[in-house]
């Protein structure tokens, strides 16, 4: 056998007979890893440019059915990628991994281009957030059916004991993606100018996207079908119905359970801590301004990146299960500590505050709500211990709760010794209870202050450095757990149902568990009044996935996948 030449910047060495492709892995990789890049840069923008599309697709329309289009929103973003994993991966187990992901991502171009020519509100009313939900879905459901099969078909093309490091390519593609999201439209906003950009600029990142669909569809039509699936259409061996049999079998959904709660949970859960919710934390409970905290972030996004190339290296000699097992277990045990020095040096005032001059809220628990709002549309204005905790929690205030039955919907929060009320909103109505709200709130921020409080975290105080080394090893542990994934969970199934079966736990875990992490600690930390106590999701899940992980996991670097 004749190893493929100029390759050795990837190790393309001891391929099975029936990897000797025409084509480079190379050039797999980078095709296959493009088109995923520009799929969550597709992605990402709907996120990153929320505040304006609500404006312009769902201001027209009463409060009620705003916020059942901002849900359809927000499902189709992260709740629909499963129901994708599971369309896109039966005909990628049917009609061939290439092809799928060629739909995939012409399903997902498409989808973006005409959020960019779609009118607004104003020009063909009700329509307007009608087809920006469905174009919403579309693109959860070409994402759903896109990372499974990049990763299948980098990994069979990949040689048995390089399949780690090949795959981790595809691990970075999020990060890269959103990178050239935030490029484009950071760009976009200083060419046109801000108010521009609010009118009409903000569809040029959409429209832009052609090019890229037009770039990234080239370049996989080069492409061949993988050997390994081609190898088992030959032999007339693929599945007819691939999901009765990845889901409907005893044999294989155990696989796909162990998989989901074993490894992918955990995963999740790390992967948003480490590079959505501590942005969240800094920029909100830490009061630290969005540009520094953008900037901070990228600074350890771009020094931890690698890793995941370096982590899916690795798994290639020790195995996949020890690092990503390490990750989660690293993750559970530091989460509180890191995120307790992430305060000291991202704002040293606020920490020092919580010592000196404590905060309590004193209500009837009978009238306090759970905070859990997906899409943040619910006010929480109808208690005054609901107003109150909601005050507290956006503020980035920790608190301890006392409790005291009977006394109403009103509540008292003490500052310092101060005591403030806030009496029952539910007896006021419109405007009337807005302002009581509102001086209510400016009552509270001018106790604050008074108490050491600060608004916002002093630029000047700011511990950069250290900021930076935290967050960087926050996203360390997102490397450790996610570089080796892909080929864990290629390698857990047969090639008959790969497609499918890996497709569904993955997005599952990351659309579910990973997607709704932001909001479930929000509520709890609004729950709780520690500022910290959201934390307590991940690390209950990532440790929940270490010991199932550790207790029914297979180690699989070493199987052959081509059989």
């Known amino acids: 056998m004749t190893p493929p030449t100029g390759e050795a910047a990837l190790g393309a060495v001891g391929l099975p007979k029936h990897h000797e492709a025409t084509q480079s892995e190379k050039k797999v990789i980078l095709a296959s890893s493009l088109g995923t890049v520009f799929e969550w840069y597709d992605f990402y923008l709907y996120g990153l440019l929320a505040t304006i599309i609500t404006a312009q697709f769902f201001s027209g329309v009463n409060e009620t059915t705003g916020f059942i289009f901002a849900l359809a929103a ?64 579309a693109q959860g459901l070409a994402l759903g059916g896109e990372y499974g099969g990049a990763a299948t078909y980098v990994a069979e093309h990949a040689p048995n004991t390089k399949r780690g490091l090949y795959t981790s390519f595809i691990q970075t593609t999020a990060t890269l993606g959103l990178f050239l999201a935030l490029l484009v439209v950071i760009g976009t906003r200083l060419i046109v100018g801000e108010d521009a950009f609010k009118d009409w600029g903000w569809r040029v990142p959409f429209l832009v996207s052609v090019l890229l669909l037009g770039v990234s569809l080239w370049i996989r039509m080069q492409l061949e079908e993988s050997p390994v699936f081609k190898k088992m259409k030959e032999e007339g061996t693929t599945s007819k119905k691939p999901l ?33 919710y501590a942005l969240f934390y800094l920029e909100k409970m830490m009061g630290v301004d969005g540009a520094t905290t953008n900037v901070l972030i990228a600074i350890a996004l771009a020094i931890a990146t690698p890793f995941f190339v370096v982590f899916g290296w690795l798994s290639d000699r020790i195995g996949r299960k020890p690092i990503i097992l390490a ?237």
């Open 327 to 563: 990750g989660l277990l690293l993750a559970a045990a530091t989460y509180f500590p890191l995120f307790n020095a992430l305060e000291r040096y991202a704002n040293p005032a606020m920490a020092q505050a919580r010592v000196t001059a404590p905060v309590t809220v004193t209500a009837d628990p009978a009238h306090c709500s759970v905070q859990f709002d997906p899409v943040g549309k619910n006010k929480f204005d109808t208690t005054g211990c609901d107003v109150a905790k909601s005050f507290l929690a956006k503020n980035g205030i920790s608190y301890a709760n006392v409790e005291a039955p009977g006394t109403g919907k009103g509540a008292t929060i003490s500052i310092g010794g101060q005591a403030l009320s806030m009496g029952d909103p539910s007896l006021l109505a419109g405007d009337d209870r807005k302002a009581a709200i509102t001086a209510f709130a400016d009552e509270a921020k001018a106790a604050l202050k008074a108490a050491g409080y600060p608004a916002k975290a002093d630029p000047a105080a700011v511990n950069k450095p250290m900021v930076v080394l935290i967050l960087t090893i926050l996203v360390l542990y997102v490397t450790m757990v996610y570089g080796p994934i892909a080929a864990l969970l290629v390698e857990l199934f047969p090639t008959r149902i790969r497609y499918s079966a890996m497709s569904l736990p993955y997005h599952i875990g990351n659309g579910w568990f990973g997607g709704f992490l932001p909001t479930i600690a929000f509520a709890m930390v609004a729950a709780s009044g520690d500022i910290t106590f959201g934390l307590w999701y991940p690390i209950g899940v990532a440790a929940l996935t270490f010991v199932i992980g550790l207790l029914f996991l297979p180690e699989t670097f070493r199987r052959n996948i081509d059989d």
């Open 244 to 276: 009765t049999e990845a889901f409907g079998q005893w044999a294989n959904l155990k696989v796909v359970l162990i998989a989901l709660f074993g490894a992918v949970t955990g995963q999740a859960v790390v992967w948003y801590t480490g590079q959505f």
């Open 74 to 137: 927000f499902a189709a973003g992260f709740a629909v990628r499963p129901f994708g994993a599971l369309v896109f991966g039966r005909l990628g187990d049917m009609v061939g991994r290439k092809y799928t992901f060629l739909v995939t991502m012409g399903l997902m171009g498409i989808a973006t281009f005409s959020v960019g020519i779609l009118p607004s509100y104003a020009a063909i009313g009700v329509a307007a957030p009608i087809l920006l939900v469905l174009l919403r879905m």
